[in-house]
């Protein structure tokens, strides 16, 4: 076999060993890339993925927002949250809508909580009041 055609094999499974897709959560085990607690919330943790497929997590919406000050926001593929009417279940952040209420508290006390809907969000803040973001407004929010 020649060295061409190992090399090109190689390069093959490297290309495909880097895929760019959330990881699941392992609740209780798994910890905070930002501030090192275990991921136990469900209905609060994070998620980032970078284009070359390395997963970060993070128990708070407040932690990843925290940590992407220190990083190249440009090297992320995919923002994840989980929303809040659906434990456990990653959504993309980018289109999610937020309330930040003291109603709801969450895992690093900054009351921030992610919704798949606005309607979701919207009927949650008539309960617990609060306000509400979107992705860019809540990217403002948390800059440095």
């Known amino acids: ?11 093959a499974l490297a ?9 699941p959560i392992e609740y ?6 930002f501030c090192s607690m ?10 980032i993925v ?4 390395r997963v970060y997590n993070f128990d708070a919406v407040e932690c990843m927002m925290n940590h992407l000050k220190e990083v190249d926001n440009s090297t992320v593929a995919l923002f994840l949250v989980n929303g809040y009417t659906q434990p456990g279940e990653l959504i993309d952040a980018t289109k999610a ?7 709801i508290p ?17 009927k949650a803040q008539q309960q617990h ?14 800059k440095p």
């Open 38 to 47: 275990t991921l136990v919330d469900r209905q609060h943790a994070a998620q």
């Open 106 to 122: 969450s895992p690093m006390g900054e009351f921030l909580t992610a919704f798949d809907s606005r309607a979701d969000a919207e």
């Open 50 to 53: 970078t284009d070359k497929g």
């Open 15 to 23: 290309i495909g060993s880097c895929s760019v897709k959330p990881k």
């Open 1 to 11: 076999m020649s060295t061409r055609y190992l090399l090109l094999i190689c390069l």
């Open 129 to 142: 009041g609060g306000e509400l973001y979107s992705w860019n407004e809540l990217r403002n929010r948390f």
């Open 28 to 33: 209780g085990s798994d910890a905070c890339h």
């Open 97 to 103: 809508t937020y309330l930040i209420s003291e109603g």
